[in-house]
């Protein structure tokens, strides 16, 4: 694995003393410096590569560090400037954060002052750059179906989909509620060759064992009073497409018996009626129940337990795919933008963070919520922290970093939290370092730091 690349630092003052100090501080912490006594050598600097941070005096003869600082954030958006300067006044100071400055340092200043503050503009533009890389990956998103992930385990699950999606079996689809059965025998129906006809989803658990039979079946005219012409139920309505059947667990044990002569016969008998009604239907079945439990203790019949688990695809929670927290949040917030007409486009890193660490037990659904609620209430262009519900925003982030005694069973977390301070302390706090030590990139090391609250 390659190592992360060294970040980029523009260092501009025309006391060349003291650029040569900052220079050297940083060269020796790993950093690739660019150090330039006046604005319009920056200035040429900024028209000719990207950086990561600018720190710019503030005072210089022509071309000043307002300036300079203007025209950073006018070439390169995501880049930070920190502006240094020996005439520390109220106002200059307003007009640089006016600017758009991400710090103001009066001089004489303490070196590791200036480091620390590099190293949080570094975190804020490593966020801003991911950020914007997922906002471009959401807008390769185009199928009808969009299941958004960038973990290995769900995007084995979804070849696996692909592939028995065209051979018309059974599939038994389990996980949590909200996440995202349904979508799931919506990708498997597109990749099928039944993709032009019906897709028709039927919720077991919403209705009566009188009112599913009607709507699975339908009835016969005169089959019951009121009933003055002969319906056709769901299954029919699914001829030649695929019947998906949420929450089958809830079926009564009388309508899985009706099911399974359907599955094992391919005909149906209305309510009713005499005659049999041949179907061609494929059927794709879902539950946040373990069935295999359930068969155990008599509430679901085996027989048609093995008819309906053919393939079986088990969804991931949100929480065991943590990576795709921040790709779904982008997602959700430029649908729901849309859909309100509202211009928000970005998320702030602090309310990023915060969605990153939550637990979601609604799954993909409750990420999806909250930031409905978060597009809807924001004034701007930027979701932020207090777009959040209270309860989100006051969040404790769990210290798992404490060493493991011997005997000891711990989570994975904790492992995790636990190695990466290790890291930490051998790299005297170093995260370009610890980050190459640990074979990620700096944005994945700031995340987990922030969630473990290693800080």
Same mark, same amino acid.
């Given at each position: ?13 025309? $006391? ?7 220079? /050297? ?38 071309? +000043? ?11 390169? #958006? ?8 020996? /005439? ?14 991400? /710090? ?84 498997? /129906? ?59 667990? $809830? ?74 927290? #921040? ?20 998320? +702030? ?9 939550? +637990? ?96």
């Amino acid at each position: 694995m390659s190592s992360p690349a060294p970040p980029r630092l523009l260092l501009v003052d025309d $006391e060349a003393a003291a650029l040569k100090t900052l220079a /050297h501080l940083f060269r020796k912490a790993g950093y690739e410096v660019t150090a330039r006594q006046s604005g319009q050598a920056a200035l040429q600097e900024l028209r000719a590569r990207e950086f990561d941070v600018v720190l710019t005096d503030l005072r210089m003869k022509g071309v +000043d560090g307002l300036e300079v600082l203007r025209q950073a954030r006018t070439l390169q #958006p995501d880049v930070e400037v920190i502006v240094l300067t020996g /005439h520390a006044t109220l106002d200059s100071a307003v007009a640089a954060m006016k600017e758009g400055a991400f /710090h103001y340092v009066a001089k004489p200043y303490r070196l590791d002052e200036v480091r620390q503050v590099v190293k949080s503009a570094l975190d804020v533009v490593g966020l801003k750059r991911e950020n914007r890389d997922l906002r471009r990956r959401i807008e390769g998103y185009r199928e009808p179906v969009n299941i958004i992930t960038q973990d290995p385990g769900l995007q084995r699950l979804l070849d696996t989909a692909r592939q028995v999606a065209p051979t018309d079996c059974n599939i038994l689809i389990s996980g949590e509620s909200g996440t995202g059965k349904e979508l799931m025998a919506r990708y498997a /129906h597109l990749h099928s060759s039944r993709a032009g006809q019906a897709f028709v989803a039927v919720n077991c658990g919403a209705l009566q064992e009188e009112l599913l039979a009607n709507e699975l079946f339908g009835h016969e005219k005169a089959a019951f009073t009121g009933a003055d012409r002969m319906k056709r139920g769901l299954i029919e309505m699914a001829e030649g497409g695929t019947l998906f059947l949420d929450e089958i667990a $809830e079926m009564s044990l009388t309508m899985q018996v009706k099911l399974l002569r359907v599955l094992q016969e391919r005909e149906l008998m209305r309510v009713g009626g005499t005659q049999p009604v041949r179907v061609d239907v494929r059927f794709l079945a879902a539950t946040n129940r373990d069935l295999q439990e359930n068969v155990g203790s008599g509430r679901f019949r085996a027989d048609l337990y093995f008819r309906l688990n053919v393939v079986n695809l088990t969804l991931p929670p949100l929480r065991e795919r943590r990576d795709d927290i #921040p790709l779904l949040a982008f997602y959700f917030l430029k649908k729901f933008a849309l859909a309100m007409g509202k211009p928000v486009d970005d998320i +702030d890193p602090e309310a990023l963070n915060l969605l990153a660490r939550y +637990d979601y037990p609604g799954n993909v659904r409750e990420l999806a919520n909250l930031v409905e609620r978060g597009v809807a209430l924001a004034r701007g262009s930027l979701l932020q922290v207090a777009h959040l519900p209270e309860s989100l925003r006051h969040l404790h982030v769990r210290v798992a970093a404490a060493p493991i005694a011997m005997g000891e069973f711990s989570s994975l977390e904790a492992n995790e939290a636990a190695h990466i301070a290790r890291v930490l302390a051998h790299t005297g706090g170093n995260r370009n370092q610890a980050a190459e030590i640990l074979g990620i990139d700096r944005v994945s090391l700031w995340r987990r730091i922030k969630r473990y609250g290693l800080e």
